[in-house]
Each structure stands twice: as C-alpha cells, then as structure tokens.
C-alpha cells in the first residue's frame, strides 16, 4: 500500500522551509552587518530581494514580511538621516515606492525629507510642489489630525516663501494650528511654540493684537508649566514686550521689558548683548511714557556698557548714544542732547567718507536732535526688533 501523500511531502517541505530560513537569516545578518559599516545601498541590495521572495512564499502580512520591511524602513531612515545628496534621497523614495508602496508610511516620511532638502537647497517651488502633494496623500491615507500630517504642514509654515501652494502662510498656520489645538493639550509645548511662531508671522503682517493674543496665551500656558523664571518664559515675554512696542502700547510693554531686562541681566550679566537691547528698549519706553529721569538712568548705563565693551565707534555704541540724546531733548536739555550726539554723528560721517559703514540713518537721527522744540516728531528712533537688530547696517 502506498504511503499517504502528506507522508512522504511534509518531510520534504520542512527540509526546504528549513532551508529557507537559514538563507533569509544569512540575508539579514549580511544587511545588518552592512549598516553597521553605513553601506546603505549595500544592505538594500540584501533585503530587497529577500522581502520580495519572502512576500512571494509567506504573503503580504507574514509577521516575517513585516520584520523585514521594518528593517528595510530602518535603514532607509539612516541612510536619509546622513546628510545624503537629493540624487541619493530620491533613490531612497523610488526604493520605498518600490518595496514598501506608495501609501506606506515610510514612503511618505522619505517624500518629506526629500521635499526638505530642496526648501533646503533654495529650490523653494519644487520643494514646496512636494510638499503639497504629500500633505494631499497624508491626509487621505493618515487623515488631518495625525502627527506626520502636521510635522508636513508645520514644514509649509516654517518658510513663508512655501506658503503659496497652501494659499498664504495664515492660513497654513490656522490650519495646522486648528489641528494641534483639536489633538494636543492647552499647555503642550509644541502647541505653544506653534502659537509663537503664527505671531511671528501676524506680526510681520503688522496684525498686532491678533499676535498679541497668541502670545499672551502662549505665556501663560510656559508660566503654568515652567514657571516664570524659565528661559523659554523670559523669550515668550521678550516677544510681548516687542509686540507691545509695536503697537505704542508704551505703559503696557514697560514692565514686561523690566522683567525680561532684570532677567538677563541676572541670567547672563549686566552687559551682555542681550541684556543691553533690553535696557534700551526698557529706556525708550520710559521716554516714551514720560519717566524721563528713569529713562536717562537707563540710556547713560546701556551708553557706558557698550562703549566699555564694544568701543566707541561700533554701531550699538553710536546708537546708544542717539538714545540718550533723545533722553536729554525731551526732558527739556537741546544743548546737552546736541553735545552728546554730537560724537556719535561725527563718527559715523568719517567712517561713511572711508567708504565702509552706514551714515544715512545717524545723519536723519542727528537732523532729528537739531529741531527746534516742540511737538514729538513723527519719525522717532524705534527700539530694535529681533528681525532688524542691524538696521542701521
């Protein structure tokens, strides 16, 4: 009698499977022994071929299959993460189409770095185009609210120049802002950034109590988490106070520039950068609000810092000096305002005749000291702002 057919195949199938997963073990130690020595391409050679076999024997959603496509997704990530040219990171995402599809997450993550290195390269529209069409498959495949949907739209808004293919940097911002605010906690830390960032760009569309509010929630919410005294606080507080003085909000900005100034000048000393933009952003809303002899004290030891430290004919020296001359006049003193200006004019015309250095800004400010009394003039020296700390360069 003849034996029974599963008697006679069942032997030979486990021999052959046996034999099989030695090969895919062997396979895999290869590859894994390849990214230690960072040959990326090398290690893809070895797991393609062996998912793709694995795929054939075991089907799509074998636990194996799936090991193996984690580690090919693994050293797609390494090799993405290396600094790698466009040309190798557009062989990563054909490789990932390939191997892993289309929707897959991997893919999609390897489309976003390759659509990075272009905004990184100034190649700003094709950078943009990919993003737009990703944002379009992530939100059809991982929907609106998930994580690498808003890392891809929290890109768009990282670069105004991206904003067009998603109507404006506004809306991008209130898009993504909506989906953070609908996932995320009130005082999670990247909502609050994100918050920062929208009032970022509010307020270089001159939009200012729209950003005001997305600060002052923004510094509460690092208040409650970190406290006041917190570094990340003390920036959110810098921005209001700058924010404040956009608006000639001059008694409102006042203590908020005390206490960053106080802060900094505890943080990192009496006169470091920092801390001396703060002191005369802190002497001009004085000026402003009518506190002149506080004003003065101010202006003369930001003026004294920065000449110790910088000399006398650096730009912030030149402008420090300016400051107090603007002090002085408005207290009622033209003729110690003009003296002490006088310098700081005089300097900067002799460097502008060497051929170097600005001139044209100390000269209206110099105009500006030499009016006659009256009435504030319309055009008065602004403190500086985080984005113009050089304007007079």
Same mark, same amino acid.
């Given at each position: 009698?003849?034996?029974?057919?599963?008697?006679?195949?069942?032997?030979?199938?486990?021999?052959?499977?046996?034999?099989?997963?030695?090969?895919?073990?062997?396979?895999?130690?290869?590859?894994?022994?390849?990214?230690?020595?960072?040959?990326?391409?090398?290690?893809?050679?070895?797991?393609?071929?062996?998912?793709?076999?694995?795929?054939?024997?075991?089907?799509?959603?074998?636990?194996?299959?799936?090991?193996?496509?984690?580690?090919?997704?693994?050293?797609?990530?390494?090799?993405?993460?290396?600094?790698?040219?466009?040309?190798?990171?557009?062989?990563?995402?054909?490789?990932?189409? !390939? =191997? %892993? /599809?289309? &929707? *897959?997450?991997?893919?999609?993550?390897? @489309?976003?770095? +390759? #659509?990075?290195?272009? $905004?990184?390269?100034?190649?700003?529209?094709?950078?943009?185009?990919?993003?737009?069409?990703?944002?379009?498959?992530?939100?059809?495949?991982?929907?609106?609210?998930?994580?690498?949907?808003?890392?891809?739209?929290?890109?768009?808004?990282?670069?105004?120049?991206?904003?067009?293919?998603?109507?404006?940097?506004?809306?991008?911002?209130?898009?993504?802002?909506?989906?953070?605010?609908?996932?995320?906690?009130?005082?999670?830390?990247?909502?609050?950034?994100?918050?920062?960032?929208?009032?970022?760009?509010?307020?270089?569309?001159?939009?200012?109590?729209?950003?005001?509010?997305?600060?002052?929630?923004?510094?509460?919410?690092?208040? !409650? =988490? %970190? /406290?006041? &005294? *917190?570094?990340?606080?003390?920036?959110? @507080?810098?921005? +209001? #106070?700058?924010?404040? $003085?956009?608006?000639?909000?001059?008694?409102?900005?006042?203590?908020?520039?005390?206490?960053?100034?106080?802060?900094?000048?505890?943080?990192?000393?009496?006169?470091?950068?920092?801390?001396?933009?703060?002191?005369?952003?802190?002497?001009?809303?004085?000026?402003?609000?009518?506190?002149?002899?506080?004003?003065?004290?101010?202006?003369?030891?930001?003026?004294?810092?920065?000449?110790?430290?910088?000399?006398?004919?650096?730009?912030?020296?030149?402008?420090?000096?300016?400051?107090?001359?603007?002090?002085?006049?408005?207290?009622?003193?033209?003729?110690?305002?003009?003296?002490?200006?006088?310098?700081?004019?005089?300097?900067?015309? !002799?460097?502008?005749?060497?051929?170097?250095?600005?001139?044209?800004?100390?000269?209206?400010?110099?105009?500006?000291?030499? $009016?006659?009394?009256?009435?504030?003039?319309?055009?008065?020296?602004?403190?500086?702002?985080?984005?113009?700390?050089?304007?007079?360069?």
């Amino acid at each position: 009698m003849d034996p029974e057919p599963s008697s006679v195949t069942a032997p030979a199938d486990c021999r052959l499977q046996a034999r099989r997963e030695a090969a895919w073990a062997a396979s895999a130690r290869e590859a894994e022994a390849l990214l230690a020595r960072s040959d990326f391409a090398g290690a893809i050679r070895r797991l393609e071929p062996l998912m793709r076999h694995q795929v054939r024997v075991l089907g799509e959603n074998h636990p194996k299959v799936w090991q193996t496509r984690t580690r090919l997704g693994a050293v797609m990530e390494a090799m993405s993460s290396c600094g790698f040219s466009q040309e190798e990171l557009r062989r990563v995402v054909t490789a990932n189409k !390939r =191997t %892993l /599809g289309l &929707d *897959h997450p991997d893919t999609l993550a390897s @489309r976003r770095r +390759l #659509a990075a290195s272009y $905004l990184t390269g100034r190649e700003v529209s094709t950078g943009a185009g990919l993003l737009s069409d990703l944002w379009q498959d992530q939100v059809r495949v991982l929907g609106r609210d998930h994580p690498e949907t808003l890392a891809t739209l929290e890109l768009v808004v990282s670069d105004p120049r991206t904003a067009s293919h998603f109507g404006s940097a506004e809306t991008a911002f209130k898009t993504v802002l909506a989906a953070r605010e609908r996932v995320a906690a009130p005082d999670d830390p990247e909502l609050v950034a994100l918050r920062l960032r929208f009032a970022e760009e509010l307020s270089r569309r001159e939009k200012h109590p729209d950003a005001e509010r997305l600060i002052r929630s923004a510094l509460a919410s690092r208040v !409650r =988490t %970190l /406290g006041p &005294d *917190h570094v990340e606080t003390e920036s959110a @507080r810098a921005l +209001l #106070a700058q924010n404040l $003085l956009a608006q000639r909000l001059f008694a409102a900005a006042e203590p908020e520039l005390r206490q960053v100034f106080l802060a900094r000048q505890e943080r990192l000393g009496p006169a470091a950068p920092e801390t001396l933009r703060f002191r005369s952003r802190l002497a001009f809303a004085l000026r402003e609000t009518g506190n002149l002899a506080a004003a003065e004290r101010e202006a003369r030891h930001t003026l004294a810092h920065y000449e110790r430290s910088l000399g006398t004919e650096d730009l912030d020296s030149l402008r420090a000096r300016f400051d107090l001359a603007f002090v002085l006049k408005a207290a009622g003193y033209p003729e110690a305002a003009c003296a002490v200006a006088r310098p700081a004019w005089e300097t900067a015309r !002799r460097i502008r005749q060497q051929g170097w250095g600005p001139y044209g800004p100390f000269e209206l400010l110099w105009k500006l000291i030499n $009016l006659p009394p009256g009435p504030a003039p319309s055009v008065v020296p602004q403190p500086p702002t985080e984005t113009t700390e050089r304007h007079l360069g």
